[in-house]
């Protein structure tokens, strides 16, 4: 019961925080819009964005993660919370770190032509 609990309340959280978000973000816009300004002013022209690539990085990442995990757990005898998890999210953000890179290299390069 306690775990139905826990799963209910998270998810009602994480709903309400960017039920938040969406909203404040909206009602800025409106705010800007009814002022005459520009709401381009949050959108980047020169940059271009590769979600494509950014979910592929992170999800190949996440997987050598998971690898890399099960290898410390099987040859060094790690305790297995602490290498799946601590590989995960190691490789999870050295592969978006990746993905930054890359993307700036892309914009800049683009931008120069």
Same mark, same amino acid.
């Given at each position: 019961?306690? +775990? ?15 039920? #938040? ?13 009814? /002022? &005459? ?14 979600? $494509?690539? /950014?979910? &592929?990085?992170?999800? #190949? &990442? ?5 690898? $890399? ?11 297995? +919370? ?5 590989? #995960?999210?190691?490789? &999870? +953000? ?20």
């Amino acid at each position: 019961m306690n +775990g139905v609990l826990v799963s209910i309340t998270a998810f009602i959280g994480i709903f309400g925080i960017v039920y #938040v978000f969406l909203m404040t973000r909206h009602r800025e816009r409106i705010a800007l819009i009814e /002022k &005459g300004a520009d709401a381009s002013i949050f959108t980047d022209k020169n940059s271009v964005y590769y979600p $494509t690539l /950014k979910f &592929g990085m992170l999800f #190949v &990442g996440i997987a050598l993660g998971i690898l $890399t995990g099960n290898w410390l757990d099987q040859t060094y005898d790690f305790s297995k +919370g602490v290498a799946y998890l601590a590989m #995960v999210f190691l490789f &999870g +953000g050295v592969s978006l770190i990746a993905n930054f890179l890359i993307e700036r290299y892309l914009n800049k390069s683009q931008s120069a032509s």
